[in-house]
């Protein structure tokens, strides 16, 4: 049966068609009966592509073709995917996809379509392109209270910071270097100020935690403030930094979650984690730490946890696989990242900044001063104790009005 | 309904239990209906469990009572697993499993009876302990071809090793330490030997490459014979030696696999792997390389991974999950591993061994010659080209005449 359609035929949508026509015989052979792509829909023409016969502009032929089990939606972004993605669940037709965007602001609805239809909305490449997470997550720990999920979950990012530590390169010139290979795009905002990772630990905690989290309710910075000081301080002391999404549960059934830079101690495997790869790792009461580990982007990996999504359907047609979270509008659901404990690693600067030791000594009680080589006079860096951000916060106000804060960045 | 019930109350089916009761109220909210534990069966009395209202003797109560949907089977060993399995299969009751020498030697043929009365035999807590593997392999990389899995699949043995490594014990002090610490049984042979690894390597083989792998077709070979000086040539060529298993496609749809210990670059994830702690790397030909870390054995972990699959029997009944392998007696699948290219660090020890260095030279083409501190004269140690195993041995069985062979540790 031709019972597969792929909507978009870009870098996902092509590695889809390559991929799973390359392995279409152990496919079938998985799925216990003949499968293919039938339809690829984009606007643009593609003559010279091998499946330019498959290729259709309307996709309201796939919608009223009966024969269509699976809808690949790889269009990203909200329009035309939510409209699509809906359509489709709607008249029974499961949907694979890798669009973090529309997982992260309409899962919940689109899972209880899914649901509702008797068939399914999986999106394991949503995380981490082909890591396997979302299904780990969903069926092998799901005898667990999920204790905290923390990932690299931008392989972009990731790049750049490893640059910056490994080659001293700054900010700028790493993320140049990630523009010319590909790895960043021309406006690179959605990864640098930690958005895309943002969509993702959204989606990781909706389902660890059972209740929609949308991404305008988490706290959000990037990396584009991190300078080669930073970097220097932090390898110094033993850690690496890296743009870490996280999530916890908090008091009152409600989550904590964050994206943004941290110091990693060199102990942890995030720490060690380079280049564009991506890693998350998670602690369950029973299962303890477990980490997960892949690239987390790029053409083939993505396709490949996008395939394993198609079987799976193919293999359970009618059948509602997933465990699903509900919808949450809750107003402070995601408890405000300030009221929450955290240790910061601060680098102010000031004339003598080491006469303002005693001072920033007894403001935050028992504290880690860090050095760097040829650390200058009117600089100074330390970690405080972990306490509740906002307390850190009055106090950096305070000592802001006899020093200049340069950074701060949170542990991990 | 009391609809679940637990085979063997030691270590994991009371790790099983536990897990199960301490977080009952999620589980039943993903499952969607109320579901319990009903019977713990053992010959054994435990008169101060908790559980003691739920314990029997008679495992026919369990398979003559229709409420009973899961059968959590974690007796270990071959029989009477075997035929427990069997019988509640053949009455589409569905296994969940933590037993690896069962799955490793009769899994062909409990998974398509299972398959044959709509039920599962799932084991994700086989390989890996808690480390979502089974799983991700069946399904995320569903779309994959395999090119390789490597993995530290024994703690007890990446114990051993660590300490080897990092304080210097020989291997009988640091295999004490073990057993002292509850790591190592007292007769330790199945996972210093190698055979606890094996078991998965072959469950893991049958997996990726859909026929069944059995132990004794797979060459295995464990720690006991690696030495401090070993240990000090790899740390000083920049390897860690770990125990890996491995296994890759051959030829002609055969298998190469095996266990042994392998000198691993310390630029590869696994070489930074320590204590009781497992990672299993996999290369397919669209993800490229993933890596899953964590507890490979424990408690809490391994029922982690029960609990899990006993979800997804709950929520899943009356149909197959699992894509699963067939059944394989052909001679020469998994190829003689004396036919395969690998690379060897070889130490011989002969009176002025420098001496030697002309000769093994020209035996071998370019090799490497590797140091240690405080090497003796009457030693040497090198790393081989890649060639076919059995050409190692050749040359070697020429240099025995004049050296003695005192260490062969493949590379990874």
């Known amino acids: 049966m031709k019972n597969v359609a792929v909507i978009g035929y870009g870098v996902v949508g092509s590695g889809t068609v390559e991929l799973f026509e390359k392995n279409r015989e152990s496919i079938n052979h998985k799925v216990e009966r003949e499968c293919d792509i039938k339809y690829i829909v984009d606007l643009r023409d593609f003559p010279d592509s091998p499946f330019a016969d498959r ?32 359509q489709a669940l709607e008249r029974g037709k499961s949907v694979v996809t890798s669009n973090k965007e529309l997982v992260a602001n309409k899962g919940a609805e689109l899972l209880k379509i899914a649901h509702e239809h008797n068939c399914n909305y999986l999106f394991e490449a949503s995380v981490g392109g082909g890591i396997p997470i979302i299904r780990p997550l969903n069926k092998c720990l799901a005898g667990n209270e999920i204790e905290q999920i923390s990932g690299i979950l931008n392989g972009t990012t990731n790049f750049i910071l490893t640059k910056m530590i490994r080659e001293q390169l700054d900010f700028n010139a790493a993320l140049k270097m990630a523009q010319e290979l ?57 850690y690496a930094i890296k743009l870490i999404g996280s999530v916890k549960p908090a008091d009152g059934g409600r989550v904590s979650a964050i994206v943004c830079p941290r110091l990693v101690p060199k102990s942890n495997l995030l720490a060690t984690v380079d280049g564009v790869y991506n890693a998350i790792s998670v602690t369950g009461d029973g299962v303890g730490d477990v980490l997960f580990y892949g690239q987390g982007a790029g053409k083939l990996p993505t396709a490949s946890a996008v395939v394993g999504d198609i079987i799976d359907c193919l293999k359970h047609k009618d059948r509602s696989l997933m465990i699903s979270w509900e919808d949450c509008h809750e107003e402070g659901y995601v408890v405000d990242y300030k009221s929450v404990e955290t240790s910061m690693y601060v680098r102010i600067i000031a004339e003598n900044a080491d006469e303002l030791k005693p001072s920033i000594s007894e403001m935050f009680g028992k504290l880690t001063y860090i050095e760097r080589k040829n650390r200058p006079e009117n600089e100074l860096a330390f970690i405080t104790p972990t306490i509740i951000e906002s307390e ?9 009005h006899s020093a200049q804060i340069g950074s701060k960045i949170r542990l991990l």
């Open 182 to 238: 590909g790895y960043a795009e021309k406006d690179p905002t959605a990864d640098v100020e930690g958005e895309d990772a943002c969509r993702k630990i959204c989606i990781l905690g909706s389902l660890a935690y059972g209740k929609h989290i949308y991404p305008q309710s988490v706290h959000c910075s990037g990396i584009s403030n991190v300078t080669l000081d930073d970097v220097a301080y932090a390898e110094n002391a033993g």
């Open 55 to 86: 290729m259709i502009k309307d996709y309201n032929i796939v919608l009223e073709d009966d024969e269509i089990e699976v809808v690949v939606e790889v269009i990203g972004g909200i329009n035309p995917a939510y409209t699509f993605t809906k």
């Open 392 to 400: 850190i916060d009055a106090n950096l106000a305070i000592l802001s």
